[in-house]
């Protein structure tokens, strides 16, 4: 683009830029535009005497470079544009966040040959990244990591199990616990952000089936319930509560603390009633109640997502001299098998130690 005649296209694309930026947020009617101007730039790159020699990768890749400069400039302006987009983030994250709190494989029917919940951990950090970009295609390969670590892991799976390769009926409901567990931040909006902005010619193939699903994932759990998760609707709505009791519990446990010092110093304060005090009262009691029926797997599950959202826990992994060695670094028999298991029993050995609070864990602690 620094060429001399190049500068028409530099011109015409910083007036587009502008042109977007001076009206008001349309989310359909963005989406079109920029679909068009793409596709009329990329047009005219082709007829260019300057790309007229270049390859089909060296076009597609000025293809690419042109939406992800374009749409890196329009990020702010663009995403996350509209009220109902913004209010759908917040629901959804929500929502997420309560049944991370209770939801197990069996409950969407994941059956025992693919349940592997530690390894699962890095297809959900895959997903995690999608807010940090802004180019469409940047967040769409965060998706598409995730979904092949998730397609690795239970190909791997239906080995070792001597069955059938696994299908979209075994690959969808895994997708479904990781985004749940991952509860990437404003999902909804970055979905949508691909759909308007990723070039329609380039979302095909592989993209455009783990994406699709993707969606579908983001379907299923806006609209989940009970008999989604083959649950009644009391178990169901006393999972949702007492989920909720716990978030509020660990995310107001010090004003909380202080609320009940400062009322059992003012018994006599006409503000604080008796109601209040009972129903403070009971909340805790709640709250400590769902602290304590905590069992082993709930507690590696909290370390797991301790770990997601904890980039530190990285360096914990590092003292385990063997997690990131490879097969053709050992030299004794059936080093696959073994590989395999040490890393599986030091990723729950790690949630573990972090669901209990246990920390600076090392290979002389087991």
């Avoid at 663009?78 to 759908?88: C, E, R």
């Avoid at 007492?242 to 003012?266: E, F, K, V």
């Avoid at 109640?289 to 909290?302: A, F, H, R, W």
């Avoid at 990285?314 to 997690?323: D, H, K, T, V």
Wanted: net charge negative.
């Amino acid at each position: 683009m620094r060429h001399p005649s190049a500068a028409e296209f530099v011109r015409a694309i910083k007036t587009f830029i502008v042109s977007i930026s001076n009206t008001p947020p349309d989310p359909e009617t963005d989406s079109t535009s920029v679909q068009q101007f793409l596709a009329n730039m990329e047009a005219s790159f082709r007829a260019h005497p300057l790309w007229s020699t270049g390859s089909e990768e060296e076009l597609d890749s000025a293809g690419e470079g042109l939406e992800k400069y374009i749409m890196t400039k329009l990020f702010p302006r663009v995403f996350a544009s509209h009220q109902h987009d913004i209010k759908q983030d917040e629901n959804l994250h929500q929502k997420l966040s309560l049944l991370q709190q209770f939801i197990k494989p069996e409950h969407l029917d994941i059956q025992p040959t693919y349940q592997n919940e530690t390894s699962w951990i890095l297809a959900q950090k895959e997903l995690q990244k999608i807010n940090i970009y802004k180019a469409p295609r940047d967040k769409l390969v965060c998706i598409l990591s995730c979904c092949k670590v998730i397609s690795n892991l239970l190909l791997n799976a239906s080995v070792a199990a001597n069955e059938n390769p696994p299908g979209a009926d075994e690959f969808l409901p895994v997708l479904i616990y990781v985004t749940i567990k991952a509860n990437p931040p404003q999902l909804h909006s970055n979905l949508l952000y691909i759909q308007r902005f990723r070039r329609e010619s380039r979302l095909v193939g592989e993209a455009a089936y783990f994406f699709t699903n993707m969606l579908s994932a983001e379907a299923f759990v806006t609209n989940i319930d009970a008999k989604a998760l083959s649950m009644d609707d009391t178990e169901f709505q006393k999972n949702m509560e007492s989920a909720q009791a716990l978030i509020h519990g660990l995310s107001t446990d010090y004003t909380t603390g202080q609320s009940i010092g400062q009322s059992m110093s003012s018994e006599n304060s006409e503000s604080t009633t008796e109601k209040e005090k009972e129903k403070e009262n009971e909340k805790e009691k709640e709250v400590s109640s769902v602290k304590k029926n905590l069992s082993v797997s709930d507690l590696e599950n909290k370390g797991a997502d301790m770990i997601v959202k904890d980039g530190n826990g990285i360096e914990e992994f590092r003292n385990f001299p063997y997690l990131y060695s490879e097969a053709g670094d050992m030299t004794i028999g059936d080093v696959e098998d073994l590989l395999d298991g040490y890393k599986e029993l030091v990723l729950k050995y790690v949630s573990l130690a972090k669901g209990v609070g246990v920390g600076g864990v090392s290979s002389e602690d087991k």
